[in-house]
């Protein structure tokens, strides 16, 4: 049973315009969640994360929402840039465990 | 500092052989964990090790296996090998429980394909 949804398995965005990626989750523990980038033959690299108490975080163009009450999470990217173009996953955490739990992910394209 | 690495970076085998994966952490970080990547299902978690010590398992049958060293190197074990072995096998490191930031570091990853 996934705990962590990416509905969109793929998103097309004009280069200046605004990304933005879904996220949702079941599990009322997660206390944790995170956003990795993957490009091809690399492992997932980790981009910005949020704790349950805050509803924003934001660094640079990236910012991510959670909104705990639908279980919602978004990353948001402005401006894009082709160089962002890769897939994208969400991840949660409980409390006091280290282990993740993805989304599978959602493929960003950013045409120039 | 060096990232976490993994070797091999691919690996052929034929079912019913078993196949052990390695990984070496960020200096510094104690704890691995071992990702399973598959088309159909996405990354999902194997086990984590700390100090040498399985903390957390996934759900993945017995014929997955890991274990950790004194150096905090780490290696996983698949034996009997099936064609839905084949993955990308993630290896990610932190620093360990203590971080509450829950931020895992990936390596690239070892490419097995089950023939």
């Known amino acids: 049973d996934q705990q962590v949804k990416q509905n969109s398995p793929s998103l097309s965005v004009q280069e200046g315009r605004i990304s933005i990626l879904n996220c949702d989750y079941t599990?009322?523990?997660?206390?944790?969640f995170l956003w990795y980038k993957k490009y091809p033959a690399e492992g997932p690299t980790f981009l910005i994360s949020?704790?349950?108490?805050?509803d924003k975080n934001e660094d640079g163009r990236f910012t991510v929402f959670l909104n705990k009450s639908a279980k919602h999470l978004s990353l948001h990217i402005v401006p894009s840039q082709p160089g962002d173009s890769a897939v994208y996953f969400c991840?949660?955490?409980?409390?006091?465990?280290?282990?993740?739990?993805f989304g599978t992910g959602t493929r960003l394209t950013v045409i120039p | 500092k060096a990232g976490v690495t993994q070797t091999p970076r691919y690996l052929i085998k034929t079912r019913g052989q078993q196949v052990t994966l390695s990984c070496s952490p960020i200096s510094g970080h104690r704890s691995v964990s071992w990702y399973q990547q598959t088309p159909g299902q996405g990354l999902q978690f194997l086990f984590e090790?700390?100090?040498?010590?399985?903390?957390n398992k996934g759900n993945f049958p017995g014929r997955f296996s890991g274990r950790q060293f004194s150096n905090s190197r780490s290696e996983m074990n698949v034996s009997t090998l099936e064609l839905g072995d084949s993955a990308l096998y993630l290896c990610?490191?932190?620093?360990?429980?203590?971080?509450?930031?829950?931020?895992?570091?990936f390596g690239p990853g070892t490419r097995l394909t089950v023939t």
């Open positions: 949020i704790s349950s108490i805050k």
């Open positions: 990610a490191s932190s620093t360990g429980p203590q971080d509450l930031s829950y931020e895992q570091y």
């Open positions: 599990n009322s523990m997660f206390d944790y």
């Open positions: 090790y700390f100090s040498e010590t399985q903390r």
């Open positions: 991840a949660a955490s409980d409390t006091g465990a280290n282990n993740l739990f």
